[in-house]
């Protein structure tokens, strides 16, 4: 599966903001999708995971209450609805796809996605 996230922009904090990942070459039904974020001098960290059928997401504590992750599988689509942002959401945005199994969670784990496209870059000015 091949991935492509889209969306970011240069907003001022407060605002929101819509990420969409959209795949292509398998069905995103079959998959498990995160966005990973990574700022400037930081390493990667989780932001938001749900599974396949939407039933189970996961967020970072970081954005709990202001980001909501959803999928469209019939649009082959996921979203990162990002609410309130603050300087410090600036990142580099990533999706990120997981094979799908049965029992599979919302992994915060980067090591369990084994498909990753190219960023989106987010910058939130004060």
């Known amino acids: 599966v091949q991935l492509q996230a889209c969306g970011g922009g240069l907003v001022q904090a407060g605002d929101s903001l819509r990420l969409s990942c959209v795949a292509s070459?398998?069905?995103?039904?079959?998959?498990?999708i995160g966005w990973f974020r990574r700022a400037p001098g930081k390493e990667r960290e989780f932001v938001a995971a749900?599974?396949?059928?939407?039933?189970?997401?996961n967020y970072a504590d970081s954005v709990k209450g202001r980001f909501i992750i959803s999928r469209d599988n019939a649009k082959n689509t996921a979203y990162l609805q990002m609410g309130s942002l603050k300087p410090e959401d600036t990142a580099f945005y990533y999706c990120?796809?997981?094979?799908?199994?049965?029992?599979?969670?919302?992994?915060?784990?980067?090591?369990?996605?084994?498909?990753w496209g190219p960023g989106t870059q987010v910058t939130v000015s004060s």
């Open positions: 990120a796809a997981a094979v799908q199994y049965l029992g599979s969670v919302a992994s915060s784990k980067a090591f369990t996605y084994n498909y």
């Open positions: 749900i599974t396949w059928s939407g039933g189970s997401t």
């Open positions: 070459g398998r069905t995103l039904s079959d998959y498990t």
